[in-house]
T-cell receptor
Framework: SQQGEEDPQALSIQEGENATMNCSYK?????LQWYRQNSGRGLVHLIL?????REKHSGRLRVTLDTSKKSSSLLITASRAADTASYFC??????????FGKGTLLTVNP | DVKVTQSSRYLVKRTGEKVFLECVQD?????MFWYRQDPGLGLRLIYF???????EKGDIPEGYSVSREKKERFSLILESASTNQTSMYLC???????????FGPGTRLTVL
């Protein structure tokens, strides 16, 4: 069952703007991960935040986690045309399985 | 770097054919996964394997089987392909010591 749901489904911004994507989930997590997928390709891991963490940074990426609201957000700052891709959140449970959401399609216009 | 490879990028088969999708990882990962990805549905787990010769059903195993005879290789089998199995198939692996999955490039399967 899919328990990670991204919002919005699609986002279109101009180069240089920030992009924010949100993810909600329904059950408890060990961690929350974000992946990126370029068109027609495999997924690439971006960042992981553990259930006892509230915020994490990696380069132009900032992830927040609110376990009380069962939600996470991914912020991409100073976006570039090369950031155009689909972004997925994935709930990590007690085993090695991940439960993915349906993704947000981000388009960054030059 | 971890490398996960899949045998084909694109595959076209006919209804009723037996189809094999192969996935190989080169980092000695214990755990391997098969997903299918469809527009509007995201990634759905078909089968996964924690070790050689071990397999467990995911969320949508119907119409599929798997084989894991060697640690590095995880095969997805469509016993009798149907048009509703037209999809993008993604393989992933993860070590038992890790948290993140490493994905192959995907196989886009079309069943006519």
């Amino acid at each position: 069952s899919q328990q990670g749901e991204e919002d919005p489904q699609a986002l279109s911004i101009q180069e240089g703007e920030n992009a924010t994507m949100n993810c909600s989930y329904k059950t408890s997590i060990n961690n929350l991960q974000w992946y990126r997928q370029n068109s027609g390709r495999g997924l690439v891991h971006l960042i992981l935040i553990r259930s006892n963490e509230r915020e994490k940074h990696s380069g132009r990426l900032r992830v927040t986690l609110d376990t009380s609201k069962k939600s996470s957000s991914l912020l991409i700052t100073a976006s570039r045309a090369a950031d155009t891709a689909s972004y997925f959140c994935a709930r990590g449970g007690s085993n090695y399985k991940l439960t993915f959401g349906k993704g947000t399609l981000l388009t960054v216009n030059p | 770097d971890v490398k996960v490879t899949q045998s084909s990028r694109y595959l076209v088969k006919r209804t009723g054919e037996k189809v094999f999708l192969e996935c190989v990882q080169d980092m000695d990962h214990e755990n391997m996964f098969w997903y299918r990805q469809d527009p509007g549905l995201g990634l759905r787990l078909i089968y996964f394997s924690y070790d050689v010769k071990m397999k467990e059903k995911g969320d949508i195993p119907e119409g599929y089987s798997v084989s894991r005879e060697k640690k590095e290789r995880f095969s997805l089998i469509l016993e009798s392909a149907s048009t509703n199995q037209t999809s993008m198939y993604l393989c992933a692996s993860i070590p038992s010591s890790g948290d993140t999955q490493y994905f192959g490039p995907g196989t886009r399967l079309t069943v006519l």
